[in-house]
C-alpha cells in the first residue's frame, strides 16, 4: 500500500506560491493554456472554464442565476458561488474582470 505524503502548512504555502509564480512566467496565452493543459485533468480544466464564464455573465449583470444554468449548463449552487466570491471573495474575480474588460476595451476600434 502507498503511504500518503502529507504537505505541513509552510510546505503548502510554499508550493501555492511556486504555482502561482509558475502561472505568471507565461508569456502569452498559448503558453498559459499549454501549462494549464499539463497541469490541470480534462474534467478539472472544464470546471475552470465553467466558472470563468459564469463570472462574466454575472458581471454583465443581465441574467439570473436559472437563466447562466440555461446558458452554460453550470450548476445553480455552483453559480451561486461563484456570485458569492465575486461579491465577499478575495478580490480575484473582481480585478480580473476588470482587467478583461479593461483590455477589451482598449481593443475596440
Known amino acids: 500500500m502507498k503511504e500518503h505524503r502529507v504537505l505541513t ?3 503548502e504555502a ?3 506560491d511556486r504555482l502561482f509564480r509558475a502561472i505568471l512566467t507565461a508569456r502569452n496565452v498559448e503558453e ?5 493543459h499539463d497541469l490541470c485533468t480534462p474534467a478539472e480544466l472544464q470546471a475552470l472554464k465553467d466558472r470563468w464564464a459564469v463570472a462574466e455573465l454575472l458581471a454583465e449583470g443581465r441574467l439570473s442565476y436559472r437563466e ?3 446558458h452554460t449548463g453550470v450548476s445553480v449552487t455552483t ?3 461563484v456570485a458569492r466570491y465575486i461579491g465577499a471573495g478575495e478580490g480575484g474575480y473582481r480585478k480580473a ?4 474588460h479593461r483590455q477589451d476595451e482598449n481593443r475596440k476600434p
Open 14 to 16: 510554499v508550493a501555492e
Open 79 to 81: 453559480i451561486g458561488r
Open 97 to 100: 474582470l476588470q482587467r478583461i
Open 68 to 70: 447562466v444554468h440555461e
Open 9 to 11: 502548512p509552510r510546505e
Open 32 to 36: 498559459c493554456r499549454a501549462f494549464f
